[in-house]
C-alpha cells in the first residue's frame, strides 16, 4: 500500500502538464505578438525606403525593384551632410563628459565615505522620476544666464546642447552599482602600493569596467542622436542643429513622398543600429553585471 501511494496520480500529472503548456503558448503568442508590433513598422520603413513613390503610397509590402537613388535624393535634399556632421560632435561631446562626470560621481558614491552620501545618492535617484520636460524650463535659464557672462555664447552653440547632459542619474547609478561589485581587496592592495582613488580609480577600476563603460556610452549615445525639442528650443538656425531636426524639417518638405520620408528616417538611425550591433555584446554583458538584469 505504501509503494502505491508513493507512485503520482497520472491524470494530475497530465493536468499539470497541460497547464504548463498552457501557459507557455500563451506566453509565446504573446512575446510574439509585441515582436510584430516592434519589428512591423521598422520592416515597412525600410522596405518603403526602397519603393517608388507609387508603390510607398499603395502601402505595397515590398519593392518591385530596390530604388537605392532614394537615399541618394535623401540625402540631399534634406543636407543630411551638415546635420550629421553636428549631430557627431554633439555626441562626441555629451559622451566625453559623461565618461568624466558620471565616472566620477559612481566612484565617490561606491568606494568613498563622505557626510551625507546616502541622502545626496537618494536624492540623485530621485530626479530620474522627474519628466524630462520639467528641467527644460530651468536649464534654458540656466544656459542663456551662462552664455551672457561667458567668455562664449551658449545659445545657437554647442554649450547649450551638451554641457547640461554630461551627467546623468541613470548612468551615475549604472556605474555605481558596478563599481560597487569590485573587491575590496583590489583597493586595499592599491593602498599598500601607495595609490590614491585617482590611480585605483584609472589603472585598476576603469579597466575592469569597459563593458559598463560601452553601455554608459552607447546610453549616451543614443540619447544625444536622437534628441530634438531640447536642440530646438536652444537653437534658432542650423549652424548646430542635430540629424533629428534636419528629418524633421525634411519630412515637412518632403510633403507627400513617402519613400523619400523612409529613406530620410533610415539614414538617420543607421548609426544607432550600427554602433548597438558593433557593442551588443559589452552592452549586454554591462547591463547583467551591474545588477539591473531582471
Same mark, same amino acid.
Given at each position: 500500500?505504501?509503494? @502505491?501511494?508513493?507512485?503520482?496520480?497520472?491524470?494530475? %500529472?497530465?493536468?499539470?502538464?497541460?497547464?504548463?503548456?498552457?501557459?507557455h503558448i500563451i506566453t509565446y503568442v504573446i512575446l510574439i505578438g509585441g515582436t510584430l508590433i516592434a519589428v512591423v513598422p521598422f520592416f515597412w520603413m525600410v522596405s518603403a525606403s526602397f519603393m517608388t513613390l507609387s508603390e510607398a503610397t499603395s502601402r505595397a509590402l515590398v519593392p518591385r525593384a530596390l530604388q537605392w537613388?532614394?537615399?541618394?535624393? !535623401?540625402?540631399?535634399? !534634406?543636407?543630411?551632410?551638415?546635420?550629421?556632421?553636428?549631430?557627431?560632435?554633439? !555626441?562626441l561631446i555629451t559622451i566625453a563628459g559623461q565618461l568624466v562626470f558620471s565616472t566620477?560621481?559612481?566612484?565617490?558614491?561606491?568606494?568613498?565615505?563622505?557626510?551625507?552620501?546616502? %541622502?545626496?545618492?537618494?536624492?540623485?535617484l530621485s530626479t530620474m522620476?522627474?519628466?524630462?520636460?520639467?528641467?527644460?524650463?530651468?536649464?534654458?535659464?540656466?544656459?542663456?544666464?551662462?552664455?551672457?557672462?561667458?567668455?562664449?555664447?551658449?545659445?545657437?552653440?554647442?554649450?547649450a546642447l551638451t554641457i547640461p547632459f554630461m551627467a546623468s /542619474?541613470?548612468?551615475?547609478?549604472?556605474?555605481?552599482?558596478?563599481?560597487?561589485?569590485?573587491?575590496?581587496?583590489?583597493?586595499?592592495? /592599491?593602498?599598500?602600493?601607495?595609490?590614491?582613488?585617482?590611480?585605483?580609480?584609472? @589603472?585598476?577600476?576603469l579597466p575592469l569596467?569597459?563593458? %559598463?563603460?560601452?553601455? %554608459?556610452?552607447?546610453?549616451?549615445?543614443?540619447?544625444?542622436?536622437?534628441?530634438? !525639442?531640447?536642440?530646438?528650443?536652444?537653437?534658432?538656425?542650423?549652424?548646430?542643429?542635430?540629424i533629428s531636426a534636419g528629418l524633421s524639417s525634411f519630412l515637412e518638405e518632403a510633403g507627400a513622398h513617402i519613400h523619400l520620408q523612409m529613406a530620410g528616417a533610415v539614414i538617420t538611425i543607421l548609426p544607432v543600429l550600427l554602433i548597438y550591433l558593433v557593442t551588443q555584446k559589452q552592452f549586454t554583458e554591462g547591463i547583467a553585471t551591474s545588477g539591473l538584469k531582471g
Open positions: 500500500m505504501a509503494n @502505491q501511494s508513493a507512485i503520482p496520480d497520472k491524470s494530475k %500529472v497530465q493536468k499539470q502538464s497541460r497547464r504548463v503548456n498552457t501557459w537613388g532614394n537615399y541618394a535624393e !535623401a540625402w540631399k535634399e !534634406a543636407k543630411f551632410s551638415e546635420y550629421f556632421v553636428n549631430s557627431t560632435q554633439i !555626441a566620477l560621481a559612481a566612484y565617490a558614491f561606491a568606494n568613498m565615505e563622505f557626510p551625507g552620501k546616502n %541622502v545626496l545618492f537618494t536624492l540623485l522620476m522627474l519628466p524630462e520636460a520639467v528641467i527644460w524650463v530651468p536649464n534654458f535659464i540656466t544656459v542663456t544666464w551662462l552664455g551672457r557672462i561667458g567668455p562664449i555664447p551658449w545659445i545657437n552653440n554647442w554649450p /542619474a541613470f548612468n551615475i547609478f549604472l556605474l555605481r552599482q558596478f563599481f560597487a561589485q569590485i573587491p575590496r581587496d583590489l583597493w586595499d592592495s /592599491a593602498q599598500i602600493d601607495g595609490a590614491g582613488h585617482v590611480r585605483y580609480l584609472i @589603472q585598476i577600476v569596467s569597459k563593458a %559598463v563603460l560601452m553601455t %554608459v556610452i552607447l546610453f549616451t549615445f543614443i540619447g544625444s542622436w536622437n534628441a530634438l !525639442a531640447w536642440p530646438m528650443l536652444v537653437t534658432n538656425n542650423p549652424d548646430w542643429r542635430p
